[in-house]
């Protein structure tokens, strides 16, 4: 079983930046697909950001598109999240995952988490 640690949540002021990473302990045959989810207080969690080892592919959740940076590094099994111009809207534990599909609507294995705090 491959095992995810996330790292780099923390608190930062609005427009802040802030970079997550993710280690995988493994890759395997079928986790073509690394990624970020998060969830907020009261809210279920939502899809953030994908990308595939194989293809290079990337894909973005609307809101974070162009203020958000995903990128890989293939022989570190890592990938990671550049967070620019943050507001508190992003504030939500940020979950890294891992899928066949680079909708990732579908998840073999997730991250305990890290947390972004955006202050206003």
């Known amino acids: 079983q491959v095992r995810l640690v996330e790292s780099g949540g923390g608190l930062v002021q609005t427009g802040g930046s802030l970079r997550l990473s993710c280690a995988a302990s493994?890759?395997?045959?079928?986790?073509?697909?690394m990624g970020w989810f998060r969830q907020a207080a009261g809210k279920e969690r939502e899809f953030v950001a994908a990308?595939?080892?194989?293809?290079?592919?990337?894909v973005y959740t609307d809101s974070v598109k162009g203020r958000f940076t995903i990128s890989r590094d293939n022989a570190k099994n890592a990938v990671y999240l550049q967070m620019n111009s943050l507001t508190p809207e992003d504030t939500a534990v940020y979950y890294c995952?891992?899928?066949?599909?680079?909708?990732?609507?579908?998840?073999?294995?997730w991250g305990k988490g890290t947390l972004v705090t955006v202050s206003s």
């Open positions: 493994a890759r395997t045959t079928y986790n073509y697909v």
């Open positions: 990308a595939s080892w194989t293809s290079g592919n990337t």
């Open positions: 995952a891992t899928s066949r599909i680079l909708n990732m609507r579908s998840i073999d294995e």
